[in-house]
């Protein structure tokens, strides 16, 4: 069984920065996309960052710009650069893996292995 692992969430104010980090109990060269996924209290669960293993990323509109995902394959981590945040980034944000043919990656639906999640709120 495959144990992801988030850290790095916190409060910070409208404007500055955080980085969260996801690390996976196995080879992260085992997995196809690893993705960073953030659900807001009364919202769907959407997609916010998306890394294709074989090379590739896929980011929300929402985001682009000021968000940046990154590969450790040496510690197997995946981590979520955010800046310039805005109150509408509050959510909690949840690591997934696939570890086979992803139609859209920016979806949940065929993502294998989710974290618990690390709460991320933005004061303005």
């Known amino acids: 069984q495959v144990q992801l692992v988030e850290s790095g969430g916190g409060s910070v104010q409208a404007g500055g920065s955080l980085r969260v980090s996801c690390a996976a109990s196995?080879?992260?060269?085992?997995?196809?996309?690893l993705t960073w996924f953030r659900q807001a209290p009364g919202k769907e669960r959407e997609g916010v960052a998306a890394?294709?293993?074989?090379?590739?990323?896929f980011y929300a509109d929402s985001v682009k710009g000021r968000f940046t995902i990154s590969l450790d394959n040496a510690e197997n981590m995946v981590h979520l650069q955010m800046t310039a945040l805005e109150s509408d980034d509050t959510a909690r944000y949840f690591c997934a893996a696939a570890v086979g043919w992803v139609g859209k990656p920016l979806t949940p639906r065929d993502y294998d292995y989710w974290g618990q999640g690390t709460q991320v709120t933005i004061s303005s």
């Open positions: 890394l294709y293993i074989r090379g590739g990323t």
């Open positions: 196995r080879r992260t060269d085992n997995f196809s996309y």
